[in-house]
Structure formats: structure tokens, C-alpha cells
């Protein structure tokens, strides 16, 4: 379309959106962008080589005339097309009388019209139509001879110019556009030697970038080039220029005092030196140094040319370095710069939006970059756009680029340039921070963590989704700081929030830690653990901010632990279960009270160590259960023994049985040993007695192997071992060089018929348990492919079985026992709540007191103000450490009378090494009988009371036994041969128990 000859475009006008409009407009109908020079007044303007104006009439702080003299005074002739609000005929007219080309109405006109009004302007120029003449029009009178002369100067200067404007207008680098203005310069002047200086970004030096020169070689005289590469105010003759602000001229170079360090130059014979100081708006922009063989004299012609560089050679020089610092910044951001058009092709950007792309900068024009967002986020992207062109804002967003088969996130932030039609991106990868927050918010999933904010400042509250979550409530909530507030539960965790709060906004505390309890929007009942930190600026706190996190399971859990804790220290009580705690590194031993009785020890603040431990072990047995404990910390076997104790006092021998586990570090290093002793005497006692009998059995277990057997690939017996003659009763006679299941046709239908065919096939090991009918058997057999068949190794463990059988049972005995006493058990802790009690206890309690208790509440009797204070009293002196005994009736109308035998015990525990009482362990028995029968008891002859005394203890003994293993049980999990030792140990407890009670009976109906 462009067939106008234009080669340069002066536009005038005063906002940059009016320039970008134009410039796209020229660009549709054929006029590079570089063929453009944009300035916001006339007064800007410094060359006079243009083809063309367009110049707006409606300039701030000018008006017409002004404007219209000062073009034509600057540009001589050129075309002007003016750009106006104005659309009357008669204003048309008068501007055309004026001089003016063509007028474009500015809120109208369109491509199609500027090229008419271009054509039509520089046709006018060719064909040489002037103006309409007005009958205001001066005519121009003759010049004189010097107006000639200096006419004809002004025209050299004016070319000079525009051949200095086009050369900085091409695509070369700040230096080597520069340098083509002083090759111009030297050119017209018939100077030898010429530097440009420009002053640096904070205005403190002047640096040197270009030095030229023509008709003499200057190019490889480094020392000459490189003498002052940049100078201060008055130093040097640039320096000199930029102190005086003024053009300074040195003669006789060989001999002036401020050309010493210059003494290179002179092998040139160069005698003259001139220094032009550049200004713009009043300001130096920069030096330009010139060195002539000639006089001072002979350069005098040149000073108009000297004066003009000075005064309009500074917009350009400032344009420049301006372009070139923009260009560095533009290419060295480590952010991506890039421009694109309304449909996302990228017009274009930087070093890093090519390299972060994966091209180069070449291929980087027209490159697509919405193409590179992945279809499910273009949506989103189209409509960041939408609202980029809807509020005129600076907006940002994550968009994610698929390069290369790899997804890239990059952060962007975007504006429109002033036209509209252009968008301006800044962006930054974001990849790694994306793949980190992702994974942050996983943890946060996992570990349910959320993060939170409280803005003092604009009192404002952040919640983070997880936040949200945790509090059972969507993302669309806004939380407020006392909406957030009243979510925890009201009373002790509530008041505890605020008080944390409260301190951190007054400045008392920097950070705090807390558990407490929320409610959430749906009514859960939830345990938080709260992290808070506060931050303070300037003395003035500007936010807290900090974590929450749901540990609800955790406290759960908690909770169970000291419940479990309480149950096992009543066990061990009642069951006579020694417990001691051993810190390995320190040598100090903690024992519990039953461990102390157990070992004959009264005093409570006896210092105990491994040696004291020692020196109860018999002298035959020490060097044996040293190297026991040696190899348990060694971890080479587990520590589960016995051993025999002479207590202190009586010289009475006990066998005790010790167990225990060992903690360890981090390396491996053993720090403690926690373990458990019961006196096992009378079971070792009876033990012995059945040894002998045993020991016949013992040696034919002893000698029991897993059977094995053998079979080819025609399943022909081709090994049968002894343990499997025992086993299954099959002799290997009868046996081996027979098919197999040919002799046990009954197990073909079983599960072993399967595994072994597929062993055989398939040529993989196979491990399965099944049952025999034909002999009433469970068999654990493992099956071996082997070169030529299988071979099968089994072993007998109906018992195991039946053993895991009888431990279901077990489970529910436990479960049990403690119910199928008559006695009263019970136990509080020291809020008098309820925290354990047997069946027994919350009968009687429901008969007596006509409220049927339940596990939490607190121990008392609703109805009578009087037992309460009484128990209260009781239980004090209990919590106080102080065990209490004592015989109580419960009264009450209608009540049928009682009498209970009652023990109080306190609970100790161990915190930080200090002992403090936790709860009280209760223990009733019902003697109603015995008060009743009193007098007939004591009629009864002495030998009946001392049988009745010591039948009523030894009863005792079994059943605590009984309760303190299988509670034992409950707590250790035995499998196995302890397992079986344990029941071993139940089942003598319990015939002991039957013996005695039938005992008891016997005795008691003797007359």
C-alpha cells in the first residue's frame, strides 16, 4: 500500500495512546515504525530532515500560531497534516490558508483517510502548490548578500543534521551509533580525531564510549584509547567542559599543561582540541571531544556547527542513552519482558521470555503464547484478559506453559499498552515455588495443618483453606477475629485464647503454644494445638500469625495411654508385680513400692543402683545373670529370666521372675531398661515336684523335628525322615518308592493337594497351613521345588491351635474376672471422679444409694449430705498418701443391712522424679456374715477361727495371681511358649484355688 516515498515522520502530539494509534495505523498501510520520531512539543524537535508532520493543534500551554511559526521555523517547507477537535468548514479552511497540507478530525478519522491526507500532502510538495493566500500574507522581500551566506550555512547545518538523525536511527548499538555521529561530524569538519562522552546514570562522571578517526590509522593505538575512559567535573578537557559549560578550545597541545597525559596523541602532530558540552532541558548529557591537525584559526568556520551540537544534539544523545539503558535493563532482567498482541502472538521480548520459552530470540516473534497454555487453563487465561481490558488495571496471575512436554508455571503481571491493541506482560518462573507450595500443601493435608493471620493494622483475618477445613467450613467463609474466637470451646480453652491473645497484642509474649478445644460450624467437638508468632514494626505490633493443627486423634490416644496406665498400676498392685525403671547412662534405679516389698525394703528414700540390685542375687547366680543383661543390652537375646534373692532381713530365699525392654537411641546405644519382678517361689516349688514326672515327656519333645518327605515328578515317595513316621503314623517301609497319593487318596481333595501341584508346576515355594481329617491334625507345611520334584517340610501344630484357641478364651476370662468377685473394687482420681470399678461395686452402689454410677462422675451420695462429707474426709486423707482400712454399714430406710470391710490405697506416680498421688485404689468385701455370726464364730474352737484366718488369705493368694497374669497378659501380648507359660501358671493358680476352697469345705463341715 505504501507507495508515498516517505522516509521519515515527524508526529507531534501530546499523549503517548494518540502516538501508538498512528503508529499502528501507519504500520497497516505500509510505513515501518522506524520511519517514526515521536515528540511531545515542537520544542523538542532538534532535526530539520523530516518528509513529513503531523502535528496536533490542540497542545497543552501552546496555541496555534505558536505552534504552526515554530515548525515552519525548524522545518522550513515540510509538509504538515494537523490534527484537530475542531470539525467546522471555515476552521478547515483557514488552517489550509495557513499553510497547513490536510486536517484529520481527531476523533474520526481512520487508516483509510491518513493515507489520503499523506498522499495528498506530498503530491502537493511535488507538484509545488503553495497555500491559499489570505490577505493577512506578508510578501518576503530579496535577500541581502550575507543573508545569502548565512541562508547557505544554515542549509550545510541543516543537512549536516539529517544525516546525523538518520544515522543514529539505525538498528546498531548505543557505541555504534554514536560513532557514526562523530564519523559525520569529522566528515564535514576535516577533523582527524573525535570521542564521545556521556555522563553516567547518577551524574557523577563522564565515561568515555566511542573514540573514531578518519584518513589515519588510530584503531590499534590502545594507549591513545584508553586514556581517560571516564573523568570528573574539571578534570581533563571534557571534564573542563562539563565544569564551565561552555565550548573549550585548546591550542598548541605539544606544550599546554592539561594535554600531558594525552602525549600519544601527538605522534599524530595533532594541534588543536576542541570540547563540546551537550545539553538537554538545561541539563549535559554528554562531551564530544574533537583533535585537528589545524590552527585554531582555521576551525572557526566549524563554530556555528560547535555551537549547534551543543544546543541540539542533546535530545538525541539523551534519547540514546536512554534507549540503550532500557535495552540492557530490557535484555539482563532475570524477569520475562515481552509484548503481544489481543490475540497472545508475542511481538516482542527479552533474553529470558526466549530462554524461558526454549527458543531463541528470533523465534521468538509471533510465537503464540496462549497456545502454550495447556485447554483446561486457556479459559481461565482468556478471561484474565477480559478483565485486563475491562478495569485498565495492572492484574496478575499463575498461568502453566507446556514447553517441550514439560509444564513451566510463570507468574505474570499485565497491563494494555495505550493504544489497546497491545498487551505489556512482566512474568517470573514460578515452577520450583509452585512444585514447593504443592508439596507444603500435601504436608499440610497429611499432618492437617492449616496457617492463619490476624492483621492488626486493617484488622483483617487470613484463614488458609486447610484452616477452613479443619474448622469444618468452606472456602467461601470470612473469618472476623472474634467470630474466629467464639469457635473455641467456651470456658478453659476459650479463656486460655484470649489470655495468649490479649498478651501478644499488649507485647508481654512474642509466641505461644497451646492445646485447646474448637467447636466446629457443624458442632464437632475438636483438639487444636495453636502455634502463634507475633510481629512487630517499629514498636507497633503490625500482625500475629502462626499454625493450627488438628490433633484430635492424637489426645484420643492420649487419653487411652492414661487410662491404660491406671488399669496397669491397679494390676500391678493387686497382682503383686514389681516394677522398676532403670537409667543405664546415670546408674539409677526407680522402683515401685510392691518392688521394694518384693525385695523386703521398708525405706521409701533408699538409694537404689544396679549394684544394690546385685547384692540380693545369690553368689552362684551373679556372674550368669550379668552376662544375661550384658547380652540384653547387646540386643543379642531378649531379657526375660529368673534368678534367686536372699531377702535382708529374714535370709529367706525367693525365686523371682524378671522381664524387661530395652530403650535405645537414635545410634543404638541402650539408655534404659524398664521391666517388671513377681515372686514366682511357690510356682517353682510346685515345678519341681512335677519334674520328675515331666521329664520322660521332655525328652520325647526334645527329640520331635518338623518332618519332611520327598516326591519326583510322578509324586513317587522318594525320602520319608522319622519325624515324619511320627508324625503321620506312616512307617517309611510303607512309604518310600510309593505314590504318593495313591497312599493318601483321602487328601486329594484337600487344600495340600492343590499347593503341591502347584509347587511342582509352577516351580515356586508355597507356604500354607491345613487340616488333616484323616488324622485330626493341623499341619504347617512348606513346599520346595527341587531339581526332579518337591520336597516338603511339616511340622505338627494342632497345639498352637488349640493353644490360640484356649487364648480367645483367655481374652474373655480377663474381660471377666475382674466382674466374678463379689468384692467391691473401685478407684477415683484425685477430682474424686469415678475412673474403674467392677460390676459388684455398681450393684451395691445402686442398691444403697438408688443412682447407678457410671465411670466419669464423681463419688458421692446424692442423697445424703452426711456420707458425702464422711467419704470426702476419707478420700482426702487418702489423696494426702495416707492409706486408710476401716468397717462401714450403709443405712437407709428399707435398706437390708450390710457391713463392708474397706481398703483405701493411694496411687502414686512419678513426674520429673517427684511422687505424687494420682487417685485412690479401693477394695470392699462383704463381711455381713461374719459380723452376724460373730458370737457363734467365737464359740467355735480355736483351731476353726485359725483355719477359717489362714483359708480366708491363702484364697487370696491364687486369685490375685490369676488376676495380676492375666492382666499381665492383656499388657504384654505373649504368643508362644510364654503364652503357654502363663496359662500354665493360671490354670496351677486355679486348682490351688479349687483345692482350697474344697478344703475349706471339708473343714468347715466337720463338726
Not at 469415678?834 to 443412682?851: P, V
Request: net charge neutral.
Amino acid at each position: 500500500m505504501n507507495n508515498l516515498y516517505i522516509q521519515k515522520v515527524l508526529v507531534i502530539v501530546g499523549v503517548l495512546e494518540d502516538y501508538m494509534l498512528l503508529k499502528e495505523m501507519f504500520e497497516e498501510i505500509g510505513i515501518d515504525k522506524t520511519q517514526l520520531n515521536w515528540y511531545k512539543t515542537i520544542g523538542e524537535v532538534t532535526s530539520n530532515h523530516y518528509d513529513l508532520v503531523i502535528c496536533d493543534l490542540n497542545l497543552p500551554q501552546s496555541n496555534r500560531n505558536e505552534i504552526l511559526a515554530e515548525i515552519k521555523l525548524k522545518l522550513g517547507q515540510t509538509p504538515i497534516i494537523a490534527l484537530t477537535s475542531n470539525s467546522e468548514l471555515n476552521f478547515y479552511i483557514k488552517l489550509i490558508q495557513e499553510g497547513i497540507q490536510d486536517v484529520l478530525i481527531k476523533e474520526t478519522f481512520d487508516k483509510v483517510q491518513l493515507y489520503k491526507a499523506l498522499r495528498f500532502s506530498m503530491n502537493s510538495q511535488k507538484l509545488g502548490l503553495k497555500p491559499l493566500k489570505s490577505e493577512n500574507r506578508v510578501e518576503k522581500k530579496p535577500l541581502k548578500q550575507d543573508e545569502v551566506t548565512y541562508k547557505k550555512k544554515e542549509n550545510e547545518l541543516k543537512e549536516i543534521f539529517q544525516r546525523m538523525a538518520l544515522a543514529v536511527s539505525q538498528p546498531k548499538d548505543f557505541g555504534g551509533r554514536f560513532e557514526a555521529l562523530l564519523k559525520i561530524i569529522l566528515v564535514y569538519t576535516d577533523l582527524k580525531l573525535a570521542e564521545g562522552w556521556i555522563m553516567n546514570i547518577d551524574n557523577s562522571r563522564l565515561n568515555k564510549v566511542i573514540s573514531c578517526a578518519q584518513n589515519f590509522d588510530f584503531g590499534d593505538n590502545s594507549d591513545g584509547k584508553n586514556v581517560f575512559s571516564e573523568v570528573k567535573i574539571g578534570v581533563g578537557l571534557p571534564g573542563l567542559a562539563w565544569e564551565k559549560g561552555e565550548i573549550i578550545i585548546w591550542e598548541d597541545l605539544k606544550n599546554h599543561p592539561g594535554f600531558t597525559e594525552n602525549k600519544s596523541f601527538l605522534k599524530y602532530k595533532l594541534k588543536t582540541a576542541v570540547a563540546i558540552p551537550v545539553y538537554h532541558d538545561k541539563f549535559l548529557v554528554g562531551v564530544i571531544t574533537l583533535f585537528s591537525q589545524k590552527k585554531k584559526i582555521e576551525l572557526t568556520s566549524h563554530f556555528m556547527l560547535f555551537e549547534k551540537i551543543s544546543l541540539q544534539l542533546g535530545a538525541e544523545l539523551k534519547r540514546m542513552k536512554t534507549e540503550d539503558e532500557l535495552k540492557t535493563f530490557f535484555d539482563l532482567t532475570p524477569n520475562l519482558l515481552f509484548i503481544t498482541n489481543y490475540k497472545g502472538e508475542i511481538k516482542k521480548g527479552n533474553l529470558q521470555t526466549a530462554k524461558t520459552l526454549n527458543c531463541t530470540e528470533k523465534d521468538l516473534i509471533d510465537k503464540s503464547f496462549r497456545k502454550m497454555i495447556p485447554q483446561d487453563y486457556q479459559a481461565e487465561f482468556d478471561q484474565f484478559l477480559a478483565n485486563l481490558n475491562k478495569t485498565k488495571t495492572i492484574e496478575d496471575v499463575d498461568v502453566p506453559l507446556l514447553i517441550n512436554d514439560q509444564l513451566k508455571w510463570i507468574n505474570i503481571s499485565a497491563t494494555l499498552l495505550f493504544s489497546g491493541f497491545y498487551i505489556y506482560f512482566v512474568g517470573k518462573d514460578i515452577t520450583k515455588q509452585k512444585g514447593s507450595e504443592e508439596l507444603l500443601k500435601r504436608t499440610h493435608e497429611i499432618v492437617r495443618m492449616g496457617t492463619w493471620e490476624v492483621n492488626i493494622a486493617n484488622n483483617s483475618v487470613y484463614w488458609s483453606h486447610m484452616t477452613r477445613v479443619i474448622h469444618e467450613l468452606d472456602d467461601a467463609y470470612k473469618p472476623e477475629l472474634q467470630t474466629a474466637i467464639n469457635f473455641y470451646k467456651e470456658g478453659y480453652s476459650r479463656d486460655l485464647i484470649e489470655e495468649k491473645v490479649g498478651k501478644a497484642i499488649k507485647g508481654e509474649i512474642k509466641h505461644f503454644e497451646v492445646d485447646a478445644q474448637i467447636v466446629t460450624f457443624l458442632g464437632n467437638s475438636l483438639w487444636v494445638r495453636i502455634h502463634a508468632e507475633s510481629e512487630w514494626l517499629d514498636g507497633k505490633l503490625f500482625r500475629i500469625y502462626g499454625s493450627i493443627q488438628d490433633i484430635n486423634e492424637r489426645k484420643k490416644v492420649e487419653e487411652k495411654l492414661e487410662d491404660a496406665n491406671i488399669r496397669y498400676k491397679l494390676a500391678s498392685k493387686a497382682a503383686s508385680i514389681g516394677i522398676y525403671d532403670w537409667n543405664i547412662q546415670e546408674n539409677i534405679v526407680i522402683w515401685n513400692d510392691t518392688m521394694k516389698s518384693l525385695y523386703g525394703l521398708k525405706e521409701n528414700n533408699l538409694r537404689i543402683d544396679y549394684q544394690t540390685w546385685q547384692n540380693f542375687l545369690l553368689p552362684d547366680e551373679v556372674e550368669k545373670h550379668i552376662k544375661i543383661i550384658q547380652e540384653a543390652l547387646e540386643d543379642k537375646v531378649e531379657y526375660n529370666t529368673q534368678y534367686k534373692i536372699k531377702l535382708p532381713k529374714t535370709g529367706e530365699i525367693r525365686i523371682m521372675k524378671a522381664m524387661a525392654k530395652i530403650l535405645r537411641d537414635d545410634a543404638g546405644t541402650p539408655i534404659r531398661m524398664v521391666g517388671i519382678n513377681y515372686d514366682i517361689t511357690n510356682e517353682e516349688m510346685y515345678k519341681l515336684r512335677l519334674e520328675k514326672s515331666n521329664r520322660d515327656r521332655e525328652d520325647i519333645l526334645e527329640s520331635i523335628t518338623d518332618g519332611f518327605f520327598a516326591v519326583d515328578k510322578n509324586w513317587i515317595v522318594t525320602y520319608w525322615n522319622k519325624a515324619a513316621e511320627k508324625i503321620l503314623l506312616k512307617c517309611r517301609e510303607n512309604i518310600v518308592g510309593k505314590n504318593l497319593w495313591e497312599v493318601y487318596s483321602d487328601a486329594i481333595d484337600l487344600k495340600l493337594f492343590n499347593e503341591y501341584v502347584i509347587s511342582m508346576e509352577t516351580r515356586e515355594e508355597r507356604k500354607f497351613v491345613d487340616y488333616y481329617p484323616g488324622m485330626d491334625i493341623w499341619l504347617e507345611i512348606s513346599s520346595f521345588p527341587k531339581e526332579n520334584g518337591i520336597a516338603v517340610y511339616f511340622k505338627d501344630i494342632t497345639s498352637r491351635i488349640k493353644h490360640q484357641q484356649k487364648l480367645a478364651e483367655v481374652q474373655l476370662l480377663q474381660e471377666h474376672v475382674i466382674n466374678s468377685t463379689k468384692d467391691l473394687i473401685w478407684a477415683i482420681d484425685d477430682q474424686y471422679k469415678l475412673i474403674m470399678a467392677n460390676k459388684a461395686y455398681f450393684d451395691e452402689m445402686e442398691r444403697s444409694t438408688g443412682h447407678r454410677f457410671k465411670l466419669g462422675e464423681p463419688f458421692n451420695i446424692p442423697s445424703n449430705k452426711k456420707y458425702i462429707n464422711y467419704w470426702q474426709g476419707i478420700f482426702d486423707q487418702v489423696l494426702a498418701g495416707f492409706q486408710q482400712n476401716l468397717t462401714f454399714s450403709p443405712k437407709g430406710i428399707g435398706l437390708e443391712p450390710k457391713t463392708f470391710q474397706i481398703g483405701l490405697y493411694p496411687i502414686i506416680d512419678m513426674v520429673e522424679g517427684k511422687k505424687f498421688v494420682s487417685g485412690a485404689a479401693c477394695f470392699a468385701k462383704d463381711i455381713t456374715d461374719k459380723v452376724n455370726h460373730i458370737a457363734e464364730i467365737e464359740m467355735q474352737n480355736k483351731k476353726l477361727r485359725e483355719i477359717a484366718w489362714k483359708q480366708s488369705h491363702v484364697v487370696r493368694a491364687p486369685v490375685a495371681r490369676i488376676m495380676g497374669l492375666i492382666n499381665l497378659q492383656n499388657s504384654m501380648n505373649y504368643s508362644g511358649d510364654e503364652l503357654q507359660e502363663i496359662l500354665d501358671y493360671i490354670m496351677d493358680s486355679s486348682k490351688e484355688l479349687d483345692r482350697i476352697i474344697r478344703d475349706i469345705s471339708d473343714r468347715s463341715n466337720q463338726k
